[in-house]
């Protein structure tokens, strides 16, 4: 391990930045834009703009339909967001791991179960459910960077569905699905090392960092229970699955077991470290594993056979495959370069027949600090530029002919970009339509709100030869990556209302059913009556309430507010939601519809009576 001090101006030299543009910041974006970048904003904010790049058009006229649902992760504020491509209208907010108090997510009984009393979260990365390398709007997953959890959502009614917490791992980042032939597994990374157990047991390895692990973690994706782990030498960042259901794929950082930034930082080379499935499948099998916090633990460290680790250079973030399956793009972050994997090299290395080095089959340098890569399906690769603040569009098999600046087209982006996500990108249908730039800060893009202002999403077409920023979207805390999916993969998977029987109990006939200490209040919603108007209880009861909405109508939502008692959740048609609560404030206490659902909304109210 690397004693060496962190020294920044050293950590820029490693980067290529000295002199001059050392003094001007690593980190701080830029405020003057260049001449190109003006003209470039100009020409965007000119009418004419999409029309001269391909014609398409941004503008979702007042009653028309996006072209694209966009799934995006909410950073932490712990939530998923759909926003129509390419007006960027946010449709929906889906409260994964936080609380969400206008739908009552957090404060249901059905709710709890899924948080568990823990309603801080970090989703990062979110992406669909595959059949043969496309979405089939079956389920979302996304990570809990913050509490190692992994959350599922199921598309038909947008709404999260299981919720699991993964032990023996921390900083729960890259998450991907199988892609081929369906999504069976579900494959989560994770970015911190810890000792494995992470409790009282293994005290003795609380300070000994060299004895700190990171996971591979591979759920299946229909019990959302923990198939394996596969224990690692190092921390494990964004992950991709290949086309063909083989391999499961991680970049990763710090072989050397740092705990402080130099010491991340001290190896030039790290690793893009593949997973074989087969061999996983059978190491499981022969009973090849520990079981450790009652998950089966294989070891895929440096000499497994489970593991490959192919070099690249230095601390790489982003892993994407290219749609047709033939390539990995591995973004440098503090190498300016990308490394292009040949994804069919990797049978050969895994048999031995060949180095891993040589699966490495292009080396561009595409700019500095390059993050995240995303494709047009036309040969194309984009990759997110951090420091620069560009997205670099650079051509693949210029690339591998041995091009080192295989640059297509480099459009400056305002500013300080993270994820790029273009229409489809992650499946073979990739179809170079749009391009979301998703920049971590927006300066003085957008009227004044304050210190903590949005972040920026640029809205870029994508298919002309050039890239024309269309749009400027302000986004509250903090997505972090997107995923657009054609309309016609979801629109008709998505129900307008619940199946009555979703809820064991459903409520059919209004009734309290008093037993000992407990009130339980089962009561139907009606536009625009409840159907109770008053209850009454002892002070100190525990009370439930069972609400079921019966309107069937699309879009008649009823909400239940109780007023004093921290209280409020929202029921959709044939949705079926409790709550149980002490009651300990004596008093009258009225509940009332907090969605607009009727002409006599205001009225539909009902008394709840804390006697003492
Ligand atoms: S990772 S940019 Cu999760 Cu790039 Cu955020
Ligand atoms: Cu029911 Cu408003």
């Known amino acids: 391990m690397s004693k060496k001090r962190f020294n920044r101006r050293d950590f820029l030299k490693t980067l290529g930045i000295t002199g001059a543009a050392a003094g001007a910041g690593l980190v701080l974006p830029r ?12 020409e965007a904010s000119t009418a004419h703009a999409a029309e001269k790049n391909g014609g398409q058009s941004y503008d979702v006229k007042p009653g028309q339909l996006d072209p694209y649902y966009g799934f995006w992760s909410g950073g932490h504020s712990g939530e998923v967001r759909i926003m129509g491509v390419p007006s960027m209208r946010q449709l929906h907010r889906i ?3 936080c609380m969400d108090v206008g739908s009552g997510y957090g404060i249901t009984n059905e709710s709890k179960k899924l948080l568990k009393g823990t309603f801080v979260g970090d989703t990062h990365h979110v992406h669909g ?24 959502i199921r598309m038909d009614y947008m709404e999260t569905d299981a919720i699991v917490n993964i032990p023996n791992a921390q900083g729960m980042h890259g998450t991907f699905p199988q892609r081929y032939p369906k999504t069976e597994w579900v494959v989560t990374n994770t970015e911190f090392q810890v000792p494995v157990p992470n409790d009282a047991s ?52 710090n072989p050397e077991k ?45 000499g497994s056979d489970l593991t490959l680790r192919i070099p690249v250079p230095k601390n790489p973030h982003g892993i994407n495959i290219s749609p047709d399956g033939k390539y990995g793009v591995c973004s440098g972050k503090v190498s300016p370069t990308c490394s292009v994997v040949e994804l069919a090299k990797i049978d050969e290395a895994f048999a031995g027949k060949i180095k891993p080095e040589k699966c490495v089959v292009a080396q561009p340098e595409i700019g500095l600090g390059p993050l995240h890569t995303t494709f047009d399906g036309r040969g194309n690769a984009i ?44 499946t ?49 805390i903090e997505p972090h990556d997107v995923i657009m999916v054609r309309r016609d993969l979801v629109e008709s998977k998505v129900k307008h209302r619940y199946n009555m029987a979703d809820h064991p109990m459903a409520v059919h006939k209004n009734e309290i059913v008093r037993k000992g200490n407990d009130v339980i209040v089962r009561m139907t919603a009606n536009a625009p009556v409840y159907g109770f108007q008053e209850v009454k209880v002892k002070k100190g ?46 008093g009258v206490h009225w509940i009332y519809c907090t969605n607009f659902c009727h002409a006599l909304h205001l009225e539909m109210r009902m008394r709840l009576i804390v006697e003492v």
Request: proline share 3%.
């Open 541 to 586: 009861n525990k009370v439930t309430f069972y609400v079921t909405n019966h309107d069937e109508i699309t879009d008649l939502s009823h909400g239940f507010n109780i007023s004093n008692y921290n209280v409020n959740f929202v029921v959709s048609p044939y949705q079926t939601k409790s709550v149980t609560f002490t009651a300990d404030k004596p």
């Open 95 to 97: 409260p994964v791991f």
């Open 383 to 426: 990759t997110s530029v951090f420091i620069d603040s560009t997205n670099v569009k650079w051509n693949l098999d210029r690339a591998v002919k041995g091009e080192k600046k295989p640059h297509v087209h480099v459009l400056d982006i305002s500013y300080q970009v993270g994820h790029i996500m273009a229409t489809m990108a992650e």
């Open 31 to 42: 405020t003057i834009l260049s001449e190109h970048a003006q003209k470039q904003i100009f």
């Open 258 to 302: 740092g705990v402080t930034l130099a010491e991340y930082l001290a190896a030039d080379s790290d690793y893009l470290i593949v997973f074989h499935w087969e061999r996983i499948r059978a190491a499981l099998k022969a009973g090849k594993y520990k079981t450790i916090s009652g998950v089966r633990v294989l070891d895929g460290r440096k």
């Open 428 to 476: 073979k249908e990739a179809d170079g339509k749009w391009l979301v730039s998703l920049n971590k800060i927006s300066k003085d893009r957008f009227l004044n709100v304050g210190p903590l202002k949005p972040e920026n999403e640029q809205l870029i077409d994508l298919t002309g030869e050039k890239l024309v920023i269309v749009k400027d979207e302000p986004a509250y």
């Open 129 to 152: 459910s595959y059949v043969n390398g496309t979405y089939d709007g079956k389920w979302l997953f996304v990570n809990d960077k913050g509490n190692n959890r992994v959350a599922r």
């Open 202 to 253: 293994n005290k003795a390895n609380f300070n000994k960092p060299q004895n700190y692990y990171g996971m591979h973690t591979i759920l299946d994706a229909a019990t959302m229970g923990i198939v394996c782990q596969i224990m690692l030498d190092e921390n494990v960042d964004l992950a991709a699955c290949d086309y063909q259901g083989k391999y499961s794929m991680s970049t990763s950082y």
